[in-house]
C-alpha cells in the first residue's frame, strides 16, 4: 500500500488540495477580467473558481502516471482503489469548505468545493474515454474556455457554465455532482 501511495503521488495531491483550499479564502476578492468572444462584453470570474484547476490537475495526473500494465497485473483492484482514494478526495474537499463556511465565513467555500468536483469528474471521463494525458488538459481549458463563451448579457454566466456560478446555485450544484459521480464510476471500472 506504501509503494501504491508513493506511485501515485499522495503526498503532492494532499499537498496542492489544501494549499488550494487555504489560499481560496485569500484570494477572495480577487478576479480574473475575461472577454466575452460573442458578447463583446468584459466580465471577471473570481479566482476562487478557477484555483481548483491546479489540483484537480496533479489528481488526475498522479493517478494516471503508473503504466496501465501495472493496473491489469496487480492483485488488487486497482481501479477501485483509484476512485476510493478520488471519492476520499472530494469528501475532504467539501469537509474543508464546510469548516471554511463556519469558522470564516468565506462565502466562496463551496463553490471551490463544486468546482473540485466537477474539474474532477470531467477530467476522469475524460481520461476514460481518451488517453489520460488529456485529462488534465481539458480541465485547463474548461476555465478559459467558460470565460471565452460563458458570459451572457452584462458578465453573469450562462446555465451551462457551472463553473462561474456562485455557491448556492442548485444547477451548478447538480452539474458538479453528476460529473463526478459519472467520472468516479467510470474511474472504477477496468479498461479493456
Known sequence: MIWWLRAHAAVACVVTLVACLVVAPM???????????????????????????????????????????TDVTAVRNVPRLRAAALALAGAATVAIALLEAVVIDFPLGFAVARNVLGYLGLGLLVQRCAEPRYGPVTVAAVPVLCGLIGLGPGGSPYFWMWPAHPSGSPLAATAALLLFGSGLAAAATRRK
Not at 38 to 49: D, N, Q, R
Open 27 to 69: 484570494l477572495a476578492t480577487s478576479s480574473i477580467p475575461t472577454l466575452a468572444l460573442f458578447g463583446g462584453t468584459t466580465g471577471s470570474i473570481p479566482v476562487p473558481l478557477v484555483l481548483p484547476v491546479l489540483p484537480v490537475c496533479v489528481l488526475l495526473y498522479a493517478m494516471s502516471r503508473t503504466p496501465r500494465t
